[in-house]
T-cell receptor, first 113, second 110 residues
Framework: DAEITQSPRHKITETGRQVTLACHQT?????MFWYRQDLGHGLRLIHY???????NKGEVSDGYSVSRSNTEDLPLTLESAASSQTSVYFC????????????FGQGTRLTVV | QKEVEQNSGPLSVPEGAIASLNCTYS??????FFWYRQYSGKSPELIMS????GDKEDGRFTAQLNKASQYVSLLIRDSQPSESATYLC??????????FGKGTSLLVTP
């Protein structure tokens, strides 16, 4: 079955380190998204992509970057991890034109110490 | 002003009752609306989508949309304890990204 997977599921890192969270989908969806979820804030959009080589900033993009070199993957990089980036990160994808329902990966719990 | 507003709850209903979850949005141009369910420690799961004014039924779920009032609701008939979760309302932004409310916690008591 087609799916969307994130790795790792849990990560502890130190302040200042670069961290990359992986997201891989096998639906051949054009659109991919990264959200973070924090108590009191709900899901907030970090970055998104509508196709290969396309990337866009969301509402909380500072300190994060993404690149899209193929349809299946949208890795999220924290350039220099900060304690404020401790959160649960969700990757999602949607087909593209027409249907806009988004489907989520299992999430990555990141702790920055 | 938050673009998508939901009452955080908790909303407590007895087993078998109708749970009514509400959501308002600020962008009058929004066209697509979604309800997700999220269990504690899990990822959001799509329940329903609605695009036109009126009601849309799917089993025990009914989504209602009123674009004039900028209001979306989800009714769950015959609520079950296993459906105790946080329910997220999402509205499509321009483009394809979704804007989420903070969610309403639903507790269905046996």
């Amino acid at each position: 079955d087609a799916e969307i997977t994130q790795s790792p599921r849990h990560k502890i890192t130190e302040t200042g380190r670069q961290v990359t969270l992986a997201c891989h989908q096998t639906w051949n969806h054009n659109n991919m998204f990264w959200y973070r979820q924090d108590l009191g804030h709900g899901l907030r959009l970090i970055h998104y992509s509508y196709g290969v080589h396309d990337t866009n900033k969301g509402e909380v993009s500072d300190g994060y970057s993404v690149s899209r070199s193929n349809t299946e993957d949208l890795p999220l990089t924290l350039e220099s991890a900060a304690s404020s980036q401790t959160s649960v990160y969700f990757c999602a994808s949607s087909p593209g034109t027409g249907a806009t329902e988004a489907f989520f990966g299992q999430g990555t719990r990141l702790t920055v110490v | 002003q938050k673009e998508v507003e939901q009452n955080s709850g908790p909303l407590s209903v007895p087993e078998g009752a109708i749970a009514s979850l509400n959501c308002t949005y600020s962008d009058r141009g929004s066209q697509s609306f979604f309800w997700y369910r999220q269990y504690s420690g899990k990822s959001p799961e799509l329940i329903m989508s609605i695009y036109s004014n009126g009601d849309k039924e799917d089993g025990r779920f009914t989504a209602q949309l009123n674009k004039a009032s900028q209001y979306v609701s989800l009714l769950i008939r015959d609520s079950q304890p296993s459906e105790s979760a946080t329910y997220l309302c999402a509205v499509k932004r321009s483009g394809y990204a979704l804007n989420f409310g903070k969610g309403t916690s639903l507790l269905v008591t046996p």
